[in-house]
């Protein structure tokens, strides 16, 4: 399925923002489900948002009305704005694409660090 790249992480303090972008290396297809996900220290990796073409997005408990995914298939790229972020934000965050039968492909991941 090709590479997915993340970048857009870094440190920040409490507050304030970050849009991360999450550029793949082939084509983006309408009928892809683009993704973000993340993982704390000792913790299991869970969702934070995901965007179908035309549909929906769906996104975690701890982020809804502070996170917004959005996608734009011509530029091969999936784009999460993070807004509020507090201290519990801090996790590395991974881009992912579900198609269908393939399964589901995850970037190398960027850090996220929110400090108090």
């Known amino acids: 399925q090709g590479q997915l790249v993340e970048s857009g992480g870094g440190l920040v303090q409490a507050g304030g923002s970050l849009r991360l972008s999450c550029v793949a290396s082939e084509r983006i297809f309408s009928f892809d489900i683009m993704g973000w996900y993340r993982q704390a220290p000792g913790q299991q990796r869970e969702l934070v948002a995901s965007i179908t073409d035309g549909g929906p997005a769906v996104y975690g408990d701890s982020v809804k009305g502070r996170f917004t995914i959005s996608r734009d298939n011509d530029k091969n790229a999936v784009y999460l704005q993070m807004n509020n972020l507090n201290p519990e934000d801090t996790a590395v965050y991974y881009c992912?694409?579900?198609?269908?039968?393939?399964?589901?492909?995850w970037g190398q991941g960027t850090q996220v660090t929110v400090s108090s």
């Open positions: 992912t694409r579900d198609r269908g039968g393939l399964g589901r492909a």
